[in-house]
């Protein structure tokens, strides 16, 4: 994990004139994504180059509750095939 205090150094020789490809090299972020990052420093300062996926509650849900209770159930036994649970066939279940 980068700390704070490593991407801010980085930040530092990128805003002295460093080269692109050694700040890269060194916090082991590709280009494009030194870029944005560059790009969000300027825009918001240094409170954007922290850590903030606790704050990214990532997508909702493929199944709600029920369909969720419902898929769980159908697992408890084997399926009609005999074989083995695998994305295809659960993806049957609901059918």
């Known amino acids: 994990m980068r700390s704070h205090a490593l ?5 530092g020789c990128w805003l002295w ?8 090299s060194v916090t082991g972020y590709g280009l494009s994504w030194i870029y944005e990052l560059v ?9 954007m180059l922290g850590d903030r996926r606790q ?11 029920v369909q ?8 408890q036994s084997k ?3 005999g074989g ?8 049957c279940v609901d059918q």
């Open 7 to 11: 991407i801010t150094r980085s930040f």
């Open 17 to 24: 004139g460093e080269q692109q490809l050694l700040l890269a």
């Open 39 to 47: 790009r969000s420093y300027n825009r918001c300062g240094p409170e």
């Open 55 to 65: 704050n990214n509650r990532g997508a909702e849900p493929l199944l709600d509750d």
């Open 68 to 75: 969720l209770a419902q898929l769980w159930q159908a697992l």
């Open 79 to 81: 399926p009609a095939d």
């Open 84 to 91: 083995l649970w695998n994305g295809p066939l659960i993806g």
